[in-house]
């Protein structure tokens, strides 16, 4: 059996994932967590908030799933958000077209049936409705960033206007991917956890980046260069990475993911081939990881630079810029356009505030004389100068407004989980048995310690229980076993990664010690029970 299908086994049989809907015959791209799943994962979710919350200081927040067409429409999710698709009208057969194998891809003959493929677009966005009887076009979200994106006014003010601002969401996403396979590697609903922290495009620096600038990365740069290693500063020394924010958040997304149990021999960053680049980012770098399904990309750490907020300001006139204030205040002449509201009223009735708030925000530098065409709820509109006066006045400046640029750590946590699993999968023989343990940190375990009595008398099942619950009243979870031989009740915690199993014997009625057992190297030590929770807390990573 390869690893893979250990790693599945494992999985539906000890509660970390499974097929969801299995019992109706189960649906593809669609996995159920299990009680440890689940654990592991908000302990995965957990940890990067450590990283980026509290070390980082970003804000937080939770926005809908469900999005306006609008959103996605100005984002260009609508229309550029696709995958080419070959189908076969035939016998039904449906993939991507770079999962088809040549020479059926180049010939457009259906690998199934012979039959001739067509070729086309398919976006990749679930497409719902909002409203009772007024149906409104909307999307189930491929990323959580658009909401974050919405709410820049309001974060800007909340954060009182500084900059770098960071902001988070950690919730799920959607793809109807055409080809879901492989458990949690390729989904159509799936978490992410994503951060965009927004820069000053003048100044893209990061003020903890002397912290990671020796860090040494795997990397492979566009262009067919191979790949190499390299320090943080000589990549960006060398313009491979085309900034110091960038660079930053790729260096914390190797510290991250080493943190959570990944082999930093099996992890490597390749950085998008021009015509790979999303439409919204001007580079693009991957974390791939080595498993048994081969290099998988897990995380995207992008400069999306103002592509959004420029298209949400485009689309809605709403002010998505930020203020640079200059060293000394100084005196400029300006034009700018003032609405004539008593003729536009009549003339336009309820258009009449749109378009004025739109005439304002328009540039009179640039040929305003003879009027203007501008957008009111998708539709152009013609106002001849006669609407508007051009007028120059003399303005004290003490700054400017731009558009910040964004870099954005985009984390599959599924990918992710898989991986950790993988790369923690230790499987030996043990008196001519198979023995299996996972080696996760123990600050992400679904299970902080197991809790045994040696045997099943003379009262020291009830001390291993009230053990167990005095444990978790401080936050640490247990599972309580007493079933089967002690080895027996070892092997079931190493299993499942938990990294600690605490044994309640005949001499704990005598000193009120237990033994404690590591999982990675069999050693036991003896703990006073009433150390034990601190005892345990330092010996858990943080």
């Excluded at 491979?240 to 997304?253: E, F, H």
């Amino acid at each position: 059996m390869d690893i893979y299908s250990e790693i599945v086994s494992l999985s539906k049989r000890r509660g970390f994932f499974y097929p969801a809907f299995d019992i109706y015959g189960g649906e593809a791209g669609f996995y159920d967590y299990g009680p440890l799943g689940t654990r592991l994962k908000h302990n995965v979710e957990d940890k990067w908030r450590s990283f980026y919350v509290l070390r980082e200081g970003c804000m937080e927040i939770s926005t809908p799933a469900i999005t306006p067409y609008a959103v996605f429409k100005a984002s260009g999710h609508v229309d550029k958000f696709l995958d080419v698709v070959l189908t076969c009208p035939e016998c039904g057969f449906s993939a991507k077209e770079e999962a088809v194998e040549e020479p059926y891809r180049s010939s457009q003959e259906c690998p199934e049936c012979g039959g001739t493929l067509e070729r086309g677009d398919m976006n990749l966005m679930f497409e719902t409705e909002t409203g009772a009887l007024d149906r409104r076009p909307a999307f189930l979200r491929p990323e959580t960033a658009q909401g974050i994106f919405v709410d820049f006014p309001f974060l800007y003010q909340f954060s009182r206007k500084k900059l770098p601002m960071g902001v988070v969401q950690v919730g799920p996403g959607f793809r109807n991917e055409v080809s879901p396979r492989q458990s949690l590697y390729r989904l159509r609903e799936f978490s992410m956890a994503e951060a965009e922290i927004f820069f000053d495009p003048e100044d893209k620096t990061h003020p903890r980046f002397h912290e990671v600038a020796d860090d040494v990365l795997t990397v492979i740069p566009a262009g067919g260069d191979g790949e190499r290693q390299a320090t943080v500063r000589a990549l960006l020394d060398e313009d491979v990475i085309g900034n110091q924010a960038l660079a930053y958040y790729v260096a914390l997304t190797r510290r991250f993911l080493l943190a959570v149990g990944i082999d930093e021999e099996k992890l490597r960053f390749r950085q998008h081939e021009p015509d790979e680049m999303a439409h919204y980012a001007s580079d693009c770098w991957d974390a791939e990881i080595l498993t048994a399904l081969g290099w998988i990309e897990c995380v995207g750490i992008a400069d999306r630079t103002a592509y959004d907020l420029g298209a949400h300001m485009e689309a809605t006139g709403e002010d998505m810029t930020a203020f640079r204030r200059y060293d000394e205040p100084h005196e400029e002449t300006r034009r700018r356009i003032v609405p004539d509201m008593a003729k536009l009223g009549p003339a336009f009735k309820e258009q009449a505030k749109d378009i004025a708030d739109r005439l304002e925000t328009l540039n009179p530098g640039d040929d305003v004389d003879g009027g203007v065409t501008i957008s009111v709820d998708d539709e152009d509109i013609d106002i001849d100068e006669g609407f508007y006066d051009v007028v120059e006045e003399t303005v004290t400046v003490s700054g400017e407004s731009f558009i910040p640029h964004v870099v954005e750590p985009s984390y599959g946590v599924d990918r992710i989980i898989y991986s950790i699993l993988e790369h923690s999968y230790v499987r030996d023989e043990k008196e001519g048995e198979s023995y299996v343990r996972l080696q996760l940190p123990s600050d992400i375990a679904p299970i902080a310690a197991g809790v045994f009595p040696l045997v099943s008398k003379e009262g020291l099942p009830d001390i291993s229980r009230d053990i167990a619950d005095e444990l978790r009243s401080q936050g640490l979870l247990t599972y309580y076993d007493e079933g089967g031989s002690i080895g027996r009740r070892y092997a079931r915690m190493d299993e499942i990664g938990t990294p600690f199993c605490i044994t309640v014997d005949f001499d704990t009625l005598k000193d009120d010690t237990v033994t404690v057992r590591y999982r990675d190297t069999t050693e036991q030590v003896r703990v006073a029970r009433d150390e034990l929770a601190g005892w345990m807390r330092e010996r858990i990573e943080r």
